[in-house]
Nanobody, 115 residues
Framework: QVQLVESGGGLVQAGGSLRLSCAASGSISSIYAMGWYRQALGKQRELVAIITTGGTTNYADSVKGRFTISRDSAKNTVYLQMNSLKPEDTAVYYC?????????WGQGTQVTVSS
């Protein structure tokens, strides 16, 4: 079992920045990737960014150049630095941790970007 605690969402004006954090505890030795998804109202959940234990990253095209995912292995924490935020980034952001054989989800944190 893996437990996740997210923090860092909120309300920000367009062009602003936020940083999301997700701390993992429990069976963390089995984690091979950590990432963030988001779900806007009325839309499907989508991948935002992911980072593997080896440091490989992948981003959605819509956030490339604006968002940065990073991981602090000592703290078992993954971060999402979000810069140049746009109203279309408004969504509930979910931490996702992948182990074999299942993935775990955080409770979600709301990010609202006003125009």
């Amino acid at each position: 079992q893996v437990q996740l605690v997210e923090s860092g969402g909120g309300l920000v004006q367009a062009g602003g920045s936020l940083r999301l954090s997700c701390a993992a505890s429990g069976s963390i030795s089995s984690i091979y990737a950590m990432g963030w998804y988001r779900q806007a109202l009325g839309k499907q959940r989508e991948l935002v960014a992911i980072i593997t234990t080896g440091g490989t990253t992948n981003y959605a095209d819509s956030v490339k150049g604006r968002f940065t995912i990073s991981r602090d292995s000592a703290k078992n924490t993954v971060y999402l630095q979000m810069n140049s935020l746009k109203p279309e980034d408004t969504a509930v952001y979910y931490c996702n941790v992948r182990t074999v054989p299942i993935a775990y989800w955080g409770q979600g944190t709301q990010v609202t970007v006003s125009s």
